[in-house]
């Protein structure tokens, strides 16, 4: 979209018959429809400012809707959280488990936005060298980093209780991360939700996907669906092209949004890289998996839209996962029930439920041949105990299974990692892929493996920058400045919340 609006001659290829990766749509049989990844919408802001630089307004292109409840917290340790960013709401949802934490919201809140404020400039500027670390965003911004400190440790300070402090870590796991590991910046994570909304595009995350295909096609991208890169064409160190089914496509620069060490260890020979060579690629640290199950079930189940289950070991279940590689015998269950926002995701009277349990990326411990079937049983024991829907079994009519084999085989991830390479700060600013990736004169990177990291605001973002650097060396010049809003496009759906919570007016 960025760069067709630039003025650049863009073709995209696609290895898949569709548009979007990991944010698409999975069907099954019975008119079930599932997000085949994301399904937590955040800080549509970054969507907002892309929209309006190619001239159109996100919320007339998707249909958006705020969750509120954002999602229910289940706690095996005992309670439950409906998570909302109204104040007064979550401060007394906090205090029905924990009394003393009750007043620590509205400190986390205010003390995350302006981290937020302070290292916004970081997250949209590009990673070009260890040089950028003293650039005065970075310097202003370091004192909140707490470099030493992991977000639960961070969040120690303002609750008490282990469960409400899992209630604002658990969103590390949207880096693939554990939050007794993942770095303390990103409190910021779970302070966007509360802030900027949890929100659900009509028709599924994959609309989003859809329709920045169609947008950039209006603004005369070509996108060659079915069409994967085979082979990339040098001449000496530079890429010039790509080799695909159709023969060569020639370029004068070739954006790379496969995933970075899938990408790197098929597409690019080995001699031509030397930070991210296969060995060193071997060495760097992923993040986790996840194991899922996509239900078409023949009865209306109205169970929230989103509910997490954080079973009591979750301190244990992360070693699980990151250190020891096993399979846990308490799973984390994430279950998406997305049919009670949005009547196209499974027909009248039936439920396409999404089920996700974080697990180890692909690992020697764990034979997926057999734990696919057998993970299954231990994954639905939980939701039939845990999540009150004790007849589950009974009303399965469509199921597909996805693991981490298949995450790698079937989806182009290495070692299944879907959420790339780790956020730890030895992979992160000028330490992940550059965005003008420097081993290779002429290419540039997009998606998850890049700066400034995974998870989708963040990867759009990335895309932004990386825009600039291209369209920069490619000598077209373009007006980045974001236009303001058009106020007469809000739709109704979509209007600032009464309760003061922030709402579209505030991110825009
Ligand atoms: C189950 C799950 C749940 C998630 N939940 C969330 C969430 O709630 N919120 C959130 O923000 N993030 C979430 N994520 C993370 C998010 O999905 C990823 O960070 C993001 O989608 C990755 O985008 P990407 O562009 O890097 O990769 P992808 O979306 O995988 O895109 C890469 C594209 O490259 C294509 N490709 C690969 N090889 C070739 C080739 N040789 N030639 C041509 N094309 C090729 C692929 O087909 C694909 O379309 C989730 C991920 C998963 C898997």
Not at 290 to 319: C, R, S
């Amino acid at each position: 979209m960025l760069l067709a609006k630039a003025g650049v001659d863009v073709h995209v290829f696609e290895k898949k018959p569709y548009v979007g990766g990991r944010t698409s749509t999975l069907e099954l049989d019975g008119g079930f429809k599932f997000d085949l990844g994301p399904t937590f919408f955040l800080y549509t802001r970054v969507l907002e400012e892309l929209y309006r630089t190619v001239g159109k307004e996100f919320r007339d292109e998707v249909e958006m809707v705020r969750l509120d409840p954002q999602y229910r917290l289940l706690f095996g340790a005992g309670g439950q959280i409906d998570a909302t960013g109204d104040i007064e709401r979550m401060s007394a949802e906090i205090a029905a488990i924990s009394p003393e934490d009750k007043d620590g919201f509205a400190r986390y809140m205010e003390e995350n936005q302006d981290k937020l404020e302070r290292f916004r400039p970081v997250l949209e500027k590009a990673f070009n060298s260890w040089l950028d670390l003293i650039d005065p965003a970075f310097l202003k911004a370091l004192p909140m980093l707490r470099p030493t400190k992991s977000v639960d440790q961070d969040l120690q300070r303002y609750f008490s209780d282990e469960r409400v402090r899992l209630a604002f870590t658990f969103q590390s796991k949207y880096l693939g991360m554990s939050p007794f590991r993942c770095p303390s910046l990103f409190t910021i994570v779970s302070h966007l939700e509360y802030a900027y909304g949890v929100w659900h595009p009509m028709g599924g995350c994959a609309a989003v996907s859809q329709n920045m295909a169609k947008v950039a096609t209006e603004l005369g991208a070509q996108i060659h669906l079915d069409e994967g890169v085979d082979e990339l064409i040098f001449e000496g160190k530079r890429v010039v092209g790509i080799r695909t089914k159709t023969g060569e496509h020639r370029a004068d620069a070739v954006v790379m949004n496969a995933d970075f060490a899938h990408a790197m260890t098929n597409l690019v020979p080995d001699k031509k890289r030397k930070r991210w060579t296969d060995k060193k690629l071997d060495k760097k640290k992923y993040s986790c998996s996840t194991y899922m199950l996509y239900l078409g079930l023949d009865k209306k189940y109205d169970t929230q839209h989103h509910t997490i289950y954080i079973p009591e070991q979750y301190a244990e279940v992360m070693e699980d996962i990151e250190d020891r590689q096993v399979l846990s015998d308490h799973p984390a269950v994430y279950v998406q029930n997305p049919g009670v926002t949005d009547p196209s995701m499974a027909p009248e009277g039936k439920s396409a439920l999404y089920v996700l349990v974080p697990v180890t990326h692909q690992s020697e411990n764990v034979d997926w041949s057999v734990q696919r079937t057998a993970y299954r049983e231990k994954v639905l024991d939980v939701v039939e105990t845990v999540f009150g829907m004790e007849d589950i079994r009974d009303h399965i009519v469509a199921e597909k299974i996805v693991t981490p084999d298949d995450w790698s085989a079937v989806y182009h991830v290495h070692k299944g990692a879907t959420f790339n390479l780790a956020h730890g700060l030895d992979q992160m600013l000028h330490l992940r892929p550059r965005n003008r990736f420097d081993e290779i004169p002429g290419m540039y990177l997009v998606g998850g493996g890049t700066h400034p990291g995974s998870g989708l605001p963040v990867i759009y973002e990335g895309a932004r920058i990386t825009s600039k650097l291209l369209t920069k060396d490619l000598g077209v010049s373009f007006d980045w400045t974001v236009p303001e809003p058009a106020p007469a496009s809000v739709p109704a759906t979509n209007p600032k919340p009464a309760d003061g919570t922030r709402g579209y007016d505030e991110v825009a």
